[in-house]
């Protein structure tokens, strides 16, 4: 953030005539002094994700620095593994794509490995030692079944008023893509060159919003949940499993 500071002042001028043109009665004016001060501030445009919390889900699992852990048997299905709470600050105004006001933003979700089956793409959840341990956990769509392991998410916006003037009015809450207001595949992703690639869009939200009949009016932060379930069916082998997301903040531009 840059602050700027103009300071402006007018000294007046004191004016007297000489004594000895005026009367002995008569006195000096004096002119009204003034002062201004001008302060700017400039606020710098911000497009920002920011984990908020994470919470663990169901009986024993336990949530530490964005990890969610647990130790399942076979035949095990968990809807609510954990569900973590995504910050999004989009706050400059302006025309084209380049814009918040004009597009809003998106979060594109991308696991970072993934396998085919049959010539498709899947998220993976990776073993320990994949070199002993060939076997993956995929994520498929579809319900959660403990006769076969998989892993899953969904994605919901939350709610937020605002209050102007004194008035409070509601905003409309993020919104998530079609067929993630349910559990649903993790989109999958790579690492090429440090970089994780692929995926798809989960949730977008636009933080400038019409209220109360006024245009572009900036909300502020708009925030979103995801929500995962995994579930452990018989033919995976014992071992620790770790499936990794992404999570990637951009302008909703026009394509």
């Not at 968990?78 to 004009?102: D, P």
């Not at 019409?210 to 009016?217: F, G, K, Q």
């Amino acid at each position: 953030m840059r602050i700027s500071t103009k300071l402006v002042a007018i000294l007046g001028s004191l004016v007297g005539l000489s004594a000895a043109v005026l009367p002995s009665s008569s006195f000096a004016s004096t002119s009204v002094v003034s002062h201004t001060n001008a302060v700017t501030l400039d606020v710098n445009n911000v497009l920002a994700l920011a984990l908020v919390s994470g919470v663990a889900g169901d009986n024993d699992v336990t949530y530490s620095n964005g990890t969610y852990s647990a130790t399942l048997d076979a035949g095990s299905t968990k809807s609510s593994f954990g569900t973590s709470t995504f910050r999004v600050t989009c706050n400059y105004i302006g025309s084209g794509s380049n814009s918040c006001s004009t597009y809003g933003w998106k979060v594109n979700a991308a696991s970072n490995n993934k396998a085919q089956i049959g010539g498709v793409d899947y998220a993976t959840m990776e073993p320990t030692n994949p070199s002993t341990n060939p076997a993956k956990i995929y994520s498929k769509s579809g319900t959660l079944s403990s006769s076969e392991s998989n892993w899953q998410m969904r994605v919901a916006g939350s709610a937020k008023s605002v209050t102007i003037n004194g008035n409070s009015y509601s905003t409309t809450p993020p919104t998530y893509a079609p067929g993630y207001n349910v559990l649903n595949l993790v989109p999958p992703g790579s690492i090429d060159d440090g970089e994780v690639v692929g995926g798809a869009t989960v949730v977008s939200g636009n933080t400038f919003q019409t209220i109360n009949s006024v245009a572009n009016t900036y909300i502020g932060d708009q925030e979103f949940t995801v929500t995962y379930g995994v579930s452990t069916g018989g033919a995976t082998p014992a071992d620790t499993y770790t499936g990794t997301i992404t999570y990637t903040l951009s302008l909703n531009a026009a394509s």
